[in-house]
């Protein structure tokens, strides 16, 4: 296999796990809104706008269609939620697993930002 194949490869894994994901976020919306940061206004509508973010990050992966788009305004929305999310959880956990589990979903994504943006730099800047 070439590196165009390997990296394609990762790029549909990804674009599957988002599609969880988003599919995720409208099955159990309740679930999630306690990640909802509570000085944002609108409640549940944010948990179906993320969940559609995710899918068509991942449809625009999938088709090579406005990928660069698509991976960068994913990026900024995963360290949105490392900022705004992730950190306030981990500094108000009250046990060790809340810590453990924040600092887990903190580091996804992370992780999951900069392959975005790994994405995002090595997209095609047409379609």
């Known amino acids: 296999m070439n590196d165009h194949t390997i990296s394609r490869i990762a790029i549909i894994i990804l674009s599957i796990v988002m ?11 309740k679930s999630l ?15 179906y706008i993320v969940g559609a973010a995710f899918i068509l990050a991942a449809i625009a992966f999938i088709l090579n269609k406005m990928a660069q788009l698509a991976a960068y305004a994913l990026a900024i929305l995963l360290l949105i939620f490392v ?18 589990l924040a600092l887990t979903n903190l580091l996804k994504d992370a992780a999951l930002a900069a392959f975005a943006m790994h994405i995002g730099s090595n997209a095609k800047t047409v379609g």
Request: charged fraction near 5%; glycine fraction near 10%; avoid cysteine.
């Open 33 to 47: 809104l306690n990640y909802v940061p509570p000085f944002l206004p609108g409640g549940i509508i944010w948990v």
């Open 19 to 29: 599609i969880v994901f988003g599919i995720f976020h409208f099955l159990q919306p």
């Open 83 to 100: 900022i705004t999310v992730h950190l306030p959880t981990y500094s108000d956990a009250g046990s060790m697993e809340m810590k453990n």
